[in-house]
């Protein structure tokens, strides 16, 4: 059997500025389909301490990150901010088996998710600039220069493409949830159904 016989699951790589809500988004849809056993959420490796905020993740130092790395651990690996992240090797594993998995990815990471996954569905969550600034003030982690750098930031434009679905974020949690969810519904329904 193939590798692309193989590959009956999907991996959903959701994207978007910082202050756009991704990890809400997620965290929407992680409720809906926390009693379904063929919908994970990645758990990112990610080079920063555990009680920073935001995300629940695996925090490793930066001497662990490249042990891990060299060592095949990750699946896809990235930098920004001044931190390491990673997805585990195990992701791949399981999307070849049927899982619908779902990662906090970037944007300029997307190339190397295609190369080791093939098809993936991109989900750009998005929001409008005073949402951003607004939500990036509120979390706290980043000084006042810091949040304007991040909003003024050059990022690849990943908005079009038959695997990108763009998300806004600027309104109620459950309108942008439920347009995820649905997202993710119709890939598991696909992945079930295989044409």
Known sequence: MSQLELR???LVVVVGPSGAGKDSVMGF???HFCDCSDVHFVRRVITRPSDAGGEVHESVSVAEFVDMEQ???FAVSWDAHGLKYGIPEDVRRNVEHGTT???NGS???LPAFRAAFGNI???VIT???AALAKRLAERGRESEEDVLRRLSRQVPDVTSGPDVTIIDNSGRLESAGRHFVDLVERLRMSAAHPA
Do not use: C, D
Request: overall charge positive.
């Open 8 to 10: 009956r699951g999907a």
């Open 101 to 103: 998995a779902i990662v």
């Open 107 to 109: 944007r300029s990471a």
């Open 29 to 31: 849809a992680a409720r």
């Open 71 to 73: 060592a095949g651990a």
């Open 121 to 123: 569905a991109v989900a």
């Open 127 to 129: 929001a409008e600039p």
